[in-house]
């Protein structure tokens, strides 16, 4: 009820506190009540004040984009340090792959300065938030419309991160929750909820420098299913990591060699 408060009369808990008699307006009070309404019929608090933190930072989000979690944060952290890595180039390439808000890509280039970031998206309305937060936090991304590597052609990258859907198509979470007002496409993925996961590991190889690396978030039960598709996809050096909840929720390895079938040409 405080940060709603706060958000309707544009001002801090500092004043809150020292102007607890103030009197709000009628249209003070019914925007406070009707944002009150809306929080209890379940309406996450980062729509209703069209922002959230994540990686320190605060971005603006709107239900055309999933809401900022804590344990995708882990996405950002395996970046910075593969871009700190020995073997990487001084001039590392990443790409996040379903960028939503822009919280990975934006935070990567804000954290990385020596990386060339690019994120993608398929929807427009994603895209047009993911923007203008790269401008608020003063971030260089490109952005690019597209549906997962369809509109990169011929590029590689040195670094490849996505948080893309993974829940099961009918789970009872999506009735729950948050979940029920962010966008489905973001969240569920086919009846097992691997297929986007399936499709970006299988394809990530052609996108990738030689000893390039993947990195995904996952769901709590399907590192094991993860893990495999990485293997069949030709990855080494894997890893796994829990978020906070001790739950296995990312998935990380590297490319061998080049494929055969990988493009000559390289990222801009």
Not at 53 to 78: K, N, Q
Not at 117 to 140: G, H, P, R, W, Y
Not at 242 to 249: N, P, S, T, V
């Amino acid at each position: 009820a405080r940060m709603l408060l706060k958000a309707v009369l544009q001002n801090t808990d500092v004043w809150l506190l020292a102007h607890d008699d103030a009197v709000l307006g009628t249209e003070q009070q019914l925007a406070f009540v009707t944002s009150v309404e809306r929080r209890v019929a379940g309406e996450p608090i980062a729509y209703l004040l069209g922002r959230r933190e994540f990686y320190g930072r605060e971005f603006l989000v709107s239900p055309a984009v999933l809401i900022p979690r804590p344990e995708t944060e882990m996405l950002v952290d395996i970046a910075k340090a593969s871009v700190g890595a020995d073997d990487t180039p001084s001039k590392p390439s990443t790409l996040d792959l379903g960028t939503g808000s822009g919280c990975i890509a934006i935070s990567v280039a804000l954290e990385c300065a020596s990386t060339c970031v690019t994120a993608v998206d398929a929807s427009i309305d994603a895209l047009k938030i993911a923007i203008e937060n790269a401008k608020q936090l003063n971030a260089t991304v490109e952005f690019i419309h597209g549906d997962w590597f369809s509109a990169l052609e011929n590029r590689r990258f040195h670094i490849i991160v996505s948080n893309p859907p993974y829940i099961a198509n009918g789970d009872s979470h999506l009735a729950q929750g948050d979940l029920r007002f962010e966008p489905a496409q973001a969240l569920s993925s086919g009846d097992d909820g691997l297929v986007a996961l399936r499709k970006i590991i299988a394809t990530a190889p052609i996108y990738l420098h030689p000893n390039g690396m993947l990195a995904v978030e996952h769901g709590y039960d399907q590192a094991d299913a993860v893990h495999k598709l990485f293997v069949a996809a030709g990855f080494h050096d894997m890893a796994q990591q829990q978020d906070l909840a001790g739950i296995m929720r990312l998935t990380c390895g590297r490319m061998r060699a080049a494929p055969t079938n990988a493009p000559i040409a390289t990222t801009k």
